[in-house]
């Protein structure tokens, strides 16, 4: 049996009147005993009329539980006519303050579909908490002290739907992010940015010329940066892979050898401090026997200097070195990559002044990949955003 006068503890004014216990369910009926309050905080002088209200509450011995609740009306000196206020029950609300903050506390450790199956309760009831919560969690953006940005676009559906990612690169806080990477998809940051947007001195991106230009566009003092990691990237799937299947190819006759060039993909991709013993004498094998491919990969890995230097000089005479170096190859992948490459050197230069990356959006972007798993994909991409602005509120200066 349950016991009533210690469970009434729960409900501040009322009392069980009434309760009935299945397996499945416990059901309460309650009873208002105290004297009723008005929202604005007056006692009030009478009862207008009586009301029955069906609400969820928190799980009692991991069972759930429902409440019939007797509410009032009442007739207030100041308000008039107004429903009661209750300390555990907002107004209109099906739940108690109790169950939802229950579920505050289990959504960030588990999906709402698990949520669902724990409390009994509506996925949809459960996302508009969560939403709700995030709001309020989310902090807010501190326009007039941005002066450095890392912009980075991730996919969000099938089918190449993206969106944009944009951050605070002194505080990693997720600022904006918006559907698609288009100039126009964009273009709400800056408008939202507004007069602060003088006050940017470099953005950080891959070679997207969309971003460029917007930039360009509303922010005249600002340094475009181009990133390491993503022309790192775009050098091993245009010019590497190229000349690696072009080397494998020409050995047709030879099977073993055609395999061993192969299967060098990852090898020859992957950062040189990260391979262990056995593939670091792989790598230097496959090297030895290629000359094209000791080429590129040396080029490759002067290339990644030009971020590492002190001065636009040096950048700019190291460029000079590396493109003769390239022409003289004579490999013609990497000779079109480096035409590809030229119209963005100036935002190689400037990283040396600004020494910023998108390594940081990618970890973002990666945590937004789990977000998504976590969620088996959002239908409300407002929700998605919010979740993932909480997951990256910054770090306090």
Sequence with gaps: MLNHTFLSSFWEGFKIVKSTQTESLISLTLKPYATAKCSCGLEAHAVHEYQWRHVKDALILGVPV????????????????????????????????????????LLPLLPIKHISQITGMHWHSIKEIDKRRLQQVVPQVKWEKLRQLVMDEFAIFKGHRYATVIADATTYQVIWIGLGRSRKDIRPFFEQLGEHAKNIEAVAMDMNTAFD??????????????????????????????????????????????????RSRWVLLKKRDNLNARQESYLEEILSLNKDLMTTYVLGAQLKELWRCDSEKQVNELWEVWWQQVQESGIKPLQEFARKLSPYLHGIVASANYPLNTCTLEGINNKIKLIKRMGYGYRDTAYFFLKIKAAFPGKPL
């Design 66 to 105: 429902e409440l019939c609740i007797q509410t009032r009306r009442v007739k207030c000196i100041k308000c008039c006519i107004k429903t009661e206020s209750l300390s555990w029950l907002e107004p209109h609300a099906r739940i108690t303050n109790r169950l939802r903050s229950y579920i505050e506390q």
């Design 213 to 262: 230009l917007e930039v360009q566009q509303h922010c005249p003092n600002a340094c475009i940066v181009y990133d390491l990691f993503h022309v790192v990237a775009k050098f091993g799937r245009e010019v590497m892979d190229r000349v690696r299947v072009d080397q494998a190819n020409r050995l047709k006759q030879d099977k073993k050898a055609r395999q061993w060039i192969k």
